[in-house]
Every structure is written in structure tokens, then in C-alpha cells.
């Protein structure tokens, strides 16, 4: 039984098989006509921003790549909650938290391996190099992202009731 079975499913397939390769003129036909029709124009590639390279013209101020300049340690006292988030008072102050984000300048990243970094520009025209986690600005921003064209903080800014609210900042590439 096995062997007609076979047989009889061999002749099968063979029928369904030519029953797919019917009149294909129609298809021959629509496939000529298709081709026919004037092609739609392609839209142009658009054109490739060009990098500009920014020349290091600070030859003789301080090294963006040096170690990280800390502000004199200051005393803050602030609003004290009960609940919510907190600063930390008795942290040093970095030396960018001494300036509004408004008069910084996000003027380039880079990385080596899996560190990152981000170049900010201070209102002296001094470039310092911050990286995830270091302190700007004078709301207690912390940068908690860098991407190429911008970073990403989280300020702590008091609520007015004795609090602290968390407020969502970004300083973006300055072209």
C-alpha cells in the first residue's frame, strides 16, 4: 500500500503542478505594459552636511582634557522636604555650577574606548571637558546622557514648599 500511495501522490503533484503553468500570456502582457509607462522621476539624494573641523585657538589657557577643576567647597543651604528627592548640601560645588545653563556652550563630544565626554564652553570662553554624572549649571545639574548633538540633565530646583522638584534640562551642539 505504501508504494501506490506513493505513485498516487507523485501523479497528483504532477497534475497540480501543471495546472500552475497555465496561459501566462496575460501576465507576459501586463508586465510589457508596466514597463512601458514613462519611469517617475527620483527625488535627488539630499546633500551631506559638511563637518567643519573647530581649531583649538587656546594654546595658552587651561587643557580641556586636564583633570577637573573644582570650585572653592561652599556651604548651601536650601529648602530641607520631608519626602521627594534631595540634594546633596555637603558635595563640593564643580566649577561649571557656577554658571547658568543659558551661558554654556556644548561645543563637541568625544570618546575613548567606553568613556565619553562632552566639550562645554563657559561664558570666558574656557572649554571643559564634563562626562555622565559630574555636576553644571546653577541648579545642581547633573548630566545623565551625551549623545552627538546634545546631552542631557536633570536639575534639582526647589518647589517653594520646603521641597525639591526634578526638572529635565538639555544643552544642545552649538553650530
Not at 577643576?69 to 522636604?81: C, F, S, W
Not at 520631608?82 to 563640593?92: C, V, Y
Not at 546653577?138 to 520646603?162: C, F, M, W
Amino acid at each position: 500500500m505504501p508504494g501506490k500511495s506513493r505513485i498516487i501522490f507523485s501523479l497528483l503533484l504532477l497534475v497540480g503542478l501543471q495546472a500552475c503553468t497555465g496561459n501566462m500570456d496575460e501576465v507576459k502582457r501586463y508586465v510589457s505594459e508596466i514597463k512601458q509607462r514613462p519611469a517617475s522621476p527620483v527625488e535627488p539624494i539630499p546633500p551631506i552636511a559638511t563637518y567643519v573641523p573647530v581649531n583649538y585657538l587656546g594654546e595658552g589657557a587651561r587643557n580641556p582634557f586636564s583633570e577637573v577643576i573644582m570650585a572653592k567647597a561652599e556651604v548651601v543651604t536650601g529648602p530641607r522636604g520631608t519626602s521627594g528627592p534631595q540634594p546633596d548640601l555637603e558635595r563640593p560645588r564643580e566649577f561649571l555650577e557656577q554658571f547658568s545653563l543659558d551661558t554654556l556652550k556644548m561645543v563637541g563630544t568625544f570618546s575613548k574606548g567606553n568613556d565619553q565626554w562632552v566639550l562645554i564652553k563657559d561664558p570666558d570662553l574656557v572649554i571643559h571637558r564634563v562626562s555622565v554624572g559630574e555636576f553644571l549649571g546653577q541648579n545642581r545639574g547633573k548630566v545623565i546622557a551625551i549623545y552627538q548633538d546634545h546631552i542631557e540633565l536633570s536639575e534639582l530646583i526647589p518647589n517653594g514648599t520646603q521641597g525639591w522638584l526634578i526638572r529635565e534640562a538639555a544643552i544642545a551642539l552649538n553650530e
